[in-house]
C-alpha cells in the first residue's frame, strides 16, 4: 500500500487515516521469519516469530547474544524487511510500505534509544535532540519549544547548549532519549541504552524510559542488564531466533495510560524548512572541521580561481594585442608582391625605388623594407665557421631591414648613428643585435671591430637596439642589412609604410599605382586593420587552450575534493545510519551531502574567483597591460566552484544514500 505525500501517516495513533486497523495492538508480529544468505551460509536469525504488544506496554526482549535480538528490532523499526510472515503496526501491514512511507512511518510512530547514544559529537545537546524533528521537517520554533520541554524533562536545562563531545555518558543518553521523545512517538525502541552505563546513570535511563511508559508511550527494549529486565512489565526471552518465554502482556493501568496519552502535534512537513536545515547543517559540518573544510575550500579555490585566473589573463592580453593593432591599424599599412619574389628582388631591396616612390606619397611618414631569414640558413656564428669545433650557431630571429623600416618602427640603438648605417643607399654589410640576442650569442659589449659570421661571411655589429619601439620581439633579434643578405632567400618580404594618422586606406589605394604604375595588380596593400580580424581567432584559440587547462584544473580539484568527501562519508557511517533511523529518505542523506558539496564550493569558488581577479591584476600590472575581467567571469568563478562542489560530493552522496540502515546501524 502506497501513501500519497498529502495524507497522514496511518500508523500514528489519534489519527483518523481511513485505514481499518486490523487490531488495537501497536504491535503485531505473525510468523515472521529473517533470514541472511542462501544454501550452506543461510543463516536464520528469526524464526517465525509471532509477537503482540499493546499500546503503553514496557516489553523487554532478552536472550543471549547471537539470538536475533537486534534482528527483531531491525524489524521491528522498519529499519530491515522480514523474509516471510506479517508485521502490522498500529494495524498497518508496513511490510507492503513504500521505502518513503517506511521512512515517513518511522520519523512519526516510532523512537529510537541506541546503546552508544550515537551524538553528533560536534553538535548541541539541543541540537542533537532536534535531529528526529528537523528531519520531519518541524519549523524551527516548535522544534525548540519542543526540544525544550523534552531536555527539561531530563533534567538537561543547563546542558542544552553544550556540545555533545563536552556531555558525560550518562547525559549523552539522556540526550538521546530526549530526542527520541521530542518527536512524541507512540513507541520506543532501545538498543541496550544501558550497555555503556554505570550503575547510577543506568538507574536514571530506567527511571526515564519508565517515566515515559507511564505517560503511555509503548517501550520495547532489547537488553542484557537484569535491572533493566526487571523494570519491565513483560520479558520475551528469544534464543536461537525462537521465543522461548514471554511473560505475559501488559497490566491494564498502562494500557489506560496508552489510551490517554496525548496525541502527537505533528504538522504537515515543509520541505523548505527541511532544506534550510540541511543548509545550516552542512555549514555547521565544515565550521566543526576547520581543517578539512580549509582544504577542500582550497582545492575548490584553486580550481576556480586557476579558471578566473587565465580567462582574465587571456582577456587582457586579448585586449592588449587590440588596443596595438588598433593603434596600428591608424598609421601603418604592409606593401607586399602579389606575385612572388620578382618584384621583391625588382624594387624592394635592388634599388630602393619602391621605397622613393612611395615616400613621394602624399600622407607618407617613412618606409622601410622588412624581410625575415629562417635562423638554420643565416647560420650565424661569433666566429668563422670551422675556427672552432661545435661552434653553436644563432637560434633566434634573424631580420633584415633598413633604416627606413627602423625609423618608422621607432627603434633606437646605441650608438645613435648605427640605425643609419643600415640603410640601403649606402649599401655596406652591417647588422645591429637586439640586448637579448647579444647574451644569447655571449656577446658581452659591443665595441669597434665587433663581428659576426653570416652563412659564412663577416658582418659587422655596428650597434646595440637600445629601445625596440613598436616592435618588441627585435630585443631577441639580429637585424641585417640589406646588403648583409649575400646569397640568402628572404622570407615574407614587405615594406613597411608609416602614415599620417588616418591615411591607411587612402594609401592603399594610392601605393599599387605609385610603385608598379604599369601593373598595379602585382602589389598588395594591407592595412593593419585586417589584421584586427585575425585577434578573434587568436583570441578563441587562446581562449579555447586555457579553458581546457582550467577544466582540468577544474576536474583535479573536484577529484581530490571527491576523495575526501567520499572518506568523510566512510568515517560517518554512523550519522548516516541514526539519520535513517530517524526516518531521514534516501533523497534526504543524498542531499544533506551534496549541500556539504554545494556550500564548500561556492565558498571555494568566491575565493577562487577573488584570487583570480588579484592574480590577473598583478599579472597586468607586471607586464604593463590594462587588466581587462568582465563581471561575467567572477560570476563563472562562483558558478564552477558551485558545480565542481556538486559534481564532487554526486558519488559520495549516492554511496551514504544508499548504505542499508539496517547494517550501518550494527556499526
Ligand atoms: P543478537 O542481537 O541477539 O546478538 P543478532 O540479531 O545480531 O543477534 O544476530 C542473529 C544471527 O543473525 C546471528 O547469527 C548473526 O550472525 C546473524 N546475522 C545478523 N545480521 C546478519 C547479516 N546482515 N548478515 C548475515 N548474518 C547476520
Known sequence: MGLHRSERCP?????????????????????VTRSFGAGHTKTTALDAISLTVMPGEFVAIIGPSGSG????????????????????????????????????????????????????????????????????????????????????RLGLTHRMGETAINLSGGERQRVAIARAMATEPAVILADEPTGALDSKNSESIISHLRELNRQ?????????????????DRRVEIVDGVIVADSG????????????????????????????????????????????????????????????????????????????????????????????????????????????AINGLEGVRSSGFVASVAAAEARITLLPS??????????????????GYLGAQQVTAAPAHAVGLLSADWGARVALIGEGAAENLGIASVGPGAQIWVDGSAVDIVGVITDTG???????????????????????????????????AALAEAIPLAVAPGDPAQVRVETVADLRN????????????????????????????AIAMYLSVQARSSEIALRRALGASRGSVWRVFTMEGLVIGAAGGVSGA?????????????????????????????????????CSATYPAIVAARADPAIAIRG
Open 249 to 356: 502482556a501488559a497490566t491494564s493501568k498502562s494500557a489506560t495510560a496508552a489510551a490517554e496519552a496525548p496525541a502527537p502535534q505533528n504538522r504537515r512537513p515543509s520541505f523548505a524548512v527541511r532544506l534550510w536545515d540541511e543548509f545550516c547543517d552542512a555549514l555547521s559540518v565544515h565550521s566543526s572541521k576547520p581543517a578539512r573544510a580549509l582544504l577542500l575550500l582550497t582545492a575548490f579555490m584553486l580550481g576556480a580561481g586557476g579558471l578566473v585566473c587565465s580567462i582574465g589573463i587571456s582577456e587582457s592580453a586579448a585586449a592588449q594585442v587590440t588596443e596595438r593593432l588598433t593603434q596600428a591599424s591608424l598609421d601603418e599599412v604592409v606593401v607586399r608582391s602579389a606575385s612572388g619574389t620578382a618584384f621583391a628582388d625588382g624594387f624592394y631591396y635592388a634599388d630602393g625605388s619602391a621605397s622613393a
Open 69 to 152: 535480538k537486534s534482528t527483531l528490532l531491525n524489524i521491528l523499526g522498519l529499519l530491515d524487511r522480514s523474509s516471510g510472515g506479517r508485521y502490522l503496526l498500529n494495524g498497518v501491514d508496513v511490510q507492503s510500505l513504500s521505502e518513503r512511507d517506511r521512512d515517513r512511518v518511522r520519523n512519526e510512530t516510532l523512537g529510537f534509544v541506541f546503546q552508544d547514544s550515537r551524538m553528533l559529537l560536534m553538535d548541541t545537546a539541543a541540537g542533537n535532540a532536534s535531529l528526529g524533528l528537523k528531519v520531519r521537517g518541524t519549523p524551527r520554533v516548535d522544534r525548540a519549544t519542543r526540544v525544550g520541554a523534552a531536555l527539561r
Open 610 to 646: 577573488a584570487l583570480g581577479v588579484c592574480a590577473v591584476v598583478i599579472v597586468c600590472v607586471l607586464q604593463g597591460w590594462t587588466p581587462t575581467l568582465s563581471p561575467s567571469v567572477l560570476l563563472l568563478g562562483l558558478v564552477a566552484g558551485c558545480v565542481s562542489g556538486i
Open 534 to 561: 585575425l585577434r578573434f581567432g587568436v583570441a578563441t584559440d587562446l581562449g579555447t587552450l586555457v579553458g581546457i587547462v582550467s577544466v582540468l584544473l577544474l576536474l583535479l580539484a573536484s577529484m581530490s575534493s
Open 11 to 31: 500508523t500514528c495513533r489519534h489519527r483518523d487515516s481511513g485505514v481499518p486497523m486490523t487490531s488495537s495492538a501497536v504491535i503485531e508480529l505473525d510468523g
Open 470 to 504: 613598436r616592435k618588441a620581439a627585435l630585443r631577441e633579434a639580429i637585424v641585417l642589412s640589406p646588403a648583409a643578405l649575400g646569397t640568402l632567400t628572404p622570407d615574407d618580404v614587405s615594406l613597411v609604410v608609416r602614415t599620417v594618422p588616418g591615411y591607411p
Open 386 to 403: 670551422g675556427s672552432v669545433p661545435n661552434q653553436p650557431a644563432f637560434d633566434g630571429s634573424v631580420v633584415v631591414a633598413d633604416a
Open 216 to 232: 503511555g508511550v509503548t517501550v520495547v527494549v532489547i537488553t542484557h542488564d537484569r535491572t533493566v529486565a526487571d523494570a519491565a
